[in-house]
T-cell receptor, first 114, second 117 residues
Framework: GDSVTQMEGPVTLSEEAFLTINCTYTATGYPSLFWYVQYPGEGLQLLLKATKADDKGSNKGFEATYRKETTSFHLEKGSVQVSDSAVYFC?????????????FGKGTHLIIQP | GAVVSQHPSRVICKSGTSVKIECRSL??????MFWYRQFPKQSLMLMATSNEGSKATYEQGVEKDKFLINHASLTLSTLTVTSAHPEDSSFYIC?????????????FGPGTRLTVT
């Protein structure tokens, strides 16, 4: 079945550092890919998405590019802030699976220190 | 917009009792809602897909007689954990798909922490 693998945390960085959180997936065809963020005490929020190969999703300074050749969707940000501290989940929906639930990675806890 | 609420946010119950969790889409209609379970320091696992007016579809390994799902309207789905046991203690999260949005858009509730003593 489909699966998502992402680097496990916690990942601790200093403010203004460069961030990469790796995410790879296993799925047939062309799934839609997502990054969700969960701030302390809050529900999951969609951070960005990409629905076809080579698409780049971006939001709030975060970016991720859908790489079919490496089945990856790595999350990057050039300069992190303390407010970016949260748990980040990579997820997918299978091809044509608009009515399907999401398959999530295990989540990466990001801690940004001032 | 696109707000999903869950009630209660936390619940403690005794072993053997049943607990109902509500998931509501506040400002949109949701033909499909999803229920996930999240264990500590682990990912969200899809439990079931709830479609308005029809029976829920359960993922493999999820006991449908234990986790009863009802989706009686376009804005409300409920999950009832029947005869709860300590191993059912977990964080339960729902999401809803907006009728008016691209099919892959899902909006998540804040979750319900269930503790069974």
């Amino acid at each position: 079945g489909d699966s998502v693998t992402q680097m496990e945390g916690p990942v601790t960085l200093s403010e203004e550092a460069f961030l990469t959180i790796n995410c790879t997936y296993t799925a047939t065809g062309y799934p839609s890919l997502f990054w969700y963020v969960q701030y302390p005490g809050e529900g999951l929020q969609l951070l960005l998405k990409a629905t076809k190969a080579d698409d780049k999703g971006s939001n709030k300074g975060f970016e991720a590019t859908y790489r079919k050749e490496t089945t990856s969707f790595h999350l990057e940000k050039g300069s992190v802030q303390v407010s970016d501290s949260a748990v980040y989940f990579c997820a997918l929906i299978p091809s044509g699976g608009g009515a399907d639930g999401l398959t999530f990675g295990k989540g990466t806890h990001l801690i940004i220190q001032p | 917009g696109a707000v999903v609420s869950q009630h209660p946010s936390r619940v403690i119950c005794k072993s053997g009792t049943s607990v109902k969790i509500e998931c509501r889409s506040l400002d949109f209609q949701a033909t499909t809602m999803f229920w996930y379970r999240q264990f500590p320091k682990q990912s969200l696992m899809l439990m079931a897909t709830s479609n308005e007016g029809s029976k829920a579809t359960y993922e493999q390994g999820v006991e449908k007689d234990k986790f009863l799902i009802n989706h009686a309207s376009l804005t409300l789905s409920t999950l009832t954990v029947t005869s709860a046991h300590p191993e059912d203690s977990s964080f339960y999260i729902c999401s809803a798909r907006d009728l008016g949005a691209p099919t892959y858009e899902q909006y998540f509730g804040p979750g319900t922490r269930l503790t069974v003593t």
